[in-house]
């Protein structure tokens, strides 16, 4: 007889007796084991007992044995189980004690006493449930081991879904994963081991969202007399009758959920079926996290390294639409001597552009020269520009050429260029204008041959418009500009950015993160990334560098709830787009605030009563109730 001795966050102690073949663990009263824990989910372990030995797994708590994290364990005595607050010691009269640190196998549940080439041989003969467990926990280990094998993903989902279908007797199952945020059908078989065409069309969407969204198995003896689900349209469109769908939880995080039907038959599932089914995901998920893992690493070879070719300018990764605009404008601009403006939220990429520029342009094979506008001190700035003779100033021993001549033949990237004190605006105005450049301290001019590139994050419109730009050196620089998106705003790219920049580490640092979690997509699709690719990149190389487990989540990307995005009521959105709407209607047209109201075929009086309405909100006095005011939208 093997017993627990479980010790509670309040210190009482009670010794809990294991005489049942499967026993379920959890906070919820209806489980085998109850835990008075509020750190403890409702279902988080159980144990099977196959005759022999006592096989500890998840039902999507997270676990340690004897101090290390496990995903499943087979128990001997003195083993101490950590879940939540909780400690669980267990202890076997009637076998010798093993070290407690002790491996067990990593994935199979039960190994037959001896080699057979029937599977079920040894339990054909065993009545109702307790052969069937046998047989259903049987065919996840031989899945296991064709895991290792090295079959496909494809093939080994068919045969996962294959084996429940057929130990739980439904005539059809439905694998269902989530992916960037959504569930969506994988896998779809019959009773016959086939596909299932149309499969969305055959589960019901309202039984699966259930499911989703609290984390319980459920069943259905009959769905259209069901009355919660007999209403429903899925249900009453397909028939459905009897079925089960439990989902597929891990460290409290949903990856999808396990569904299984039979059309013909109502009450064809018993509350035992729906235990060995929830039992059989919880072990089935660390099977199927492997195989999607082993498919996506072959992917990193294979079909990722075709797809990043495929989003690949250069060294520049992304292909939604700003960035495809983006690389025609480079196309057509490349070849040609004329001055580049790149524009950017920081963090961009505004560097990496104006070197794919240079790398397609005639004068590839000279020079890229970068400087920084606004990280050296103005008295120090024009020497670094245009260079220094010896004697120019204290501390100048010696001629010192500037970036101006050491770019000579290539391309000079002037970076934050609206950082530019004023009276250094002047100086570099009249290079680019005639070409030529005088050091420091030397009256002598030197013509300099180089193509000028500029960048910043500031809206230079706005800096010539308050003065501290000037307007001549804007149109000297800005003859061509090229526009660069927000990450928030690039899609998909998020997506591709954050798998390259997650190869590149993981093989760097040699980590195990291979992949993002189900959370961390959704995370990271909700967060604003205000410092757009580098803090992108900064987030996963930390991330890379800290991880110890294959998937990183939410926290691991420091993605937690309170630094996401809300999401707005639809009238506030409203109004914050109309806000800026507007406003970029207004620049276009020079400020000109009736030019504005006819371009957006309102009433001048609704647009000049928009802008009193935004001053009236910076000074903070009210402005006189309008009763007349048009609404734009």
Request: hydrophobic share 40%.
């Amino acid at each position: 007889m093997a017993n627990f001795s479980v010790r509670t966050p309040d210190g009482k102690i009670r010794t809990v007796p294991l005489h049942k073949r499967i026993t379920s663990i959890g906070r919820s009263a209806d489980n085998d084991v109850q835990l008075d824990d509020p750190s403890v989910p409702d279902s988080a372990l159980h144990v099977l007992f196959d005759g022999t030995r006592y096989q500890l797994g998840s039902l999507g708590a997270t676990f340690q044995v004897n101090g290390k994290k496990r995903d499943n364990h087979v128990l001997a005595t003195a083993d101490v189980i950590r879940v939540g607050g909780t400690e669980l010691v267990f202890a076997r009269e009637d076998a010798p004690a093993r070290h407690p640190t002790a491996p067990g196998p990593a994935l199979t549940l039960i190994k037959d006493a001896e080699p057979t080439t029937d599977p079920d041989s040894h339990t054909r003969d065993m009545p109702g449930v307790v052969g069937r467990e046998l047989v259903l926990l049987r065919r996840l280990t031989a899945f296991s081991e064709r895991l290792l094998g090295g079959s496909g993903r494809d093939e080994l989902l068919e045969g996962l879904l294959d084996e429940a279908i057929e130990v739980t007797r439904a005539d059809k199952g439905v694998l269902i994963l989530r992916e960037n945020g959504e569930l969506r059908v994988k896998v779809a078989r019959n009773v016959t081991r086939e596909n299932l065409i149309d499969a969305e069309e055959r589960v019901s969407d309202s039984i699966v969202e259930k499911v989703a969204r609290t984390r319980k198995p459920l069943i259905v003896s009959d769905a259209l007399d069901d009355p919660e689900f007999k209403a429903s349209t899925s249900v009453v469109n397909l028939k459905l009758l009897s079925v089960m769908c439990v989902p597929l939880v891990r460290d409290d995080e949903l990856f999808g959920v396990l569904y299984v039907g039979n059309d013909r038959l109502v009450n064809r599932f018993e509350p035992k079926s729906l235990d060995m089914l929830t039992i059989f995901a919880a072990q089935a998920l660390l099977l199927i996290q492997n195989a999607l893992l082993v498919n996506d690493l072959k992917l990193d070879n294979t079909e990722l390294r075709k797809r990043l070719d495929d989003t690949h300018y250069g060294e520049i990764v992304g292909a939604c639409q700003g960035m495809l605009d983006v690389y025609r404008r480079i196309d057509k601009i490349a070849p040609t001597d004329i001055s580049v403006l790149i524009t950017g939220e920081t963090g961009t990429g505004k560097e990496l552009i104006a070197r794919e520029l240079h790398r397609r342009s005639p004068r590839t094979k000279g020079p890229f020269i970068t400087i920084n506008c606004g990280a050296i001190p103005e008295n120090l700035l024009e020497s670094e520009l245009f260079g220094h003779v010896r004697g120019a100033f204290t501390g100048a021993v010696t001629t010192k050429v500037g970036k101006f001549q050491a770019a000579i033949g290539g391309t000079l990237f002037l970076d934050e260029i609206g950082e530019m004190p004023l009276q250094l605006q002047v100086k570099l105005l009249r290079a680019l204008q005639e070409k030529v450049v005088y050091k420091v301290g030397d009256h002598r001019g030197e013509p300099v041959d180089i193509r000028v590139v500029a960048a910043t994050n500031r809206v230079l419109e706005e800096e010539v418009r308050k003065g501290s730009f000037r307007e001549d050196l804007y149109y000297r620089l800005n003859v061509v500009t090229l526009k660069l998106p927000p990450l928030r705003e690039r899609g998909e790219d998020l997506f591709v950015l954050g798998k390259y920049f997650l190869g590149k580490y993981a093989k760097e640092f040699n980590s195990k993160g291979k992949g993002f979690s189900p959370s961390a997509t959704v995370a990271m699709k909700k967060y604003g990334w205000p410092g757009n690719i580098r803090e992108l990149e900064n987030r996963i190389k930390k991330a890379v560098v800290l991880a110890d487990k294959p998937l990183l989540g939410p926290d691991d990307l420091d993605l937690r709830p309170e630094n996401l995005e809300p999401v707005l009521p639809l009238a506030e959105a409203r109004e914050r787009w109309q806000k800026q709407y507007i406003q970029e209607v207004y620049e276009r047209n020079n400020r000109n605030k009736t030019k504005t109201a006819k371009d957006l075929g309102v009433d001048p009086r609704t647009i000049f009563r928009h802008f009193e309405k935004l001053e009236a909100e910076k000074t903070g006095i009210p402005l006189p109730s309008d009763e007349g005011d048009d609404e734009l939208l």
